[in-house]
């Protein structure tokens, strides 16, 4: 589904991705780790579009997209989180998940003006399923809400549920259970395991450990702008390089 070929990255001369190389097996999640600066963010900001790599390939769908522009990414059928939210306060709940179907609500203007009965349809039926992805996250009896009246936790719902909404190839999760409690932390966990039945293929970013051996089914690890371990939580668990790195001995006994 996904595979990165000798990626590299450099910021002023500093090399934020070093030759990393890994492959996603499609309908399966796959958890990306590591510390602070390991490379994690520059990672997924070049595999969806948001920065170009220096050099080497990212092939998704058969098809190299190592220097395309996000938004053509996306029509290819790649979505994604943000650490940090990308959704609009001033907008319904309804309305922040809508903007996830932005690729299929087509590009004539003039078609949208006229009102159209076949413009109509199409509203409708977008409507419709976003509905659908704010009931599977839970969230359907808010959808008329403004984004800004939302409670921390269920804003994380409806970011997911965005990414989610237009049935993606691949959704990167960005750190999805980042400042949530323990309860809210295992409703999202069964919410992606929920996805990857339903036949998702997920890339995993998250610094929660419980959650990355619980929900995943291979784990690659970066230290430094380097791939230094991947396999599965097992593997990664009892890795003495990962245990060096990252878990710790805390880790191995967990």
């Known amino acids: 589904m996904l595979e990165l ?16 190389s890994f492959s996603l097996n499609s309908g399966e999640i796959t958890a990306l780790i590591g510390p602070n600066g390991a490379g994690k963010s520059t990672l997924i900001n070049c595999v969806s579009g948001i920065i170009p790599c220096d050099s080497g390939k990212i092939i998704f769908k ?41 690729v299929q609500a087509g590009r004539s203007f003039i078609k949208a003006m006229l009102r159209l009965p076949a413009t109509r349809h199409q509203e ?7 509905q659908e992805a704010l009931d599977l996250f839970g969230i359907i009896a808010k959808a008329d809400w403004p984004l800004a009246a939302l ?13 989610f909404v237009a049935g993606p190839d691949i959704v990167l999760l960005d750190e ?19 996805m990857r039945r339903n036949g998702y293929t997920i890339l995993l970013v998250e ?14 690890v970066l230290d430094s702008g380097r791939l230094i371990a991947g396999g599965t939580p097992e593997e990664i668990r009892r890795n ?6 990252y878990l710790g001995k805390i880790g191995a006994a967990a």
């Open 151 to 163: 409670p921390y936790g269920d804003k994380k719902r409806v970011e997911m549920a965005r990414a």
């Open 62 to 102: 058969d098809q190299d997209i190592s220097r395309l522009p996000a938004h053509k990414i996306t029509r290819l059928g790649m979505t994604r989180t943000f650490q940090n939210f990308r959704l609009v306060p001033r907008l319904s709940v309804l309305d922040n998940v809508l903007c996830g179907l932005t």
């Open 207 to 220: 610094h929660d450990m419980e959650l990355v051996m619980k929900v995943s089914d291979q784990v690659v």
């Open 176 to 194: 999805p259970v980042a400042g949530l409690n323990p309860e809210e932390t295992a409703e999202i966990a069964a919410l992606i395991k929920q």
């Open 5 to 20: 070929i000798r990626v590299n990255k450099n910021f002023g001369g500093l090399p934020a991705l070093n030759e990393v």
């Open 240 to 245: 003495p390089l990962v245990l060096e790195a």
């Open 124 to 130: 409708r039926r977008l409507r419709l399923m976003a």
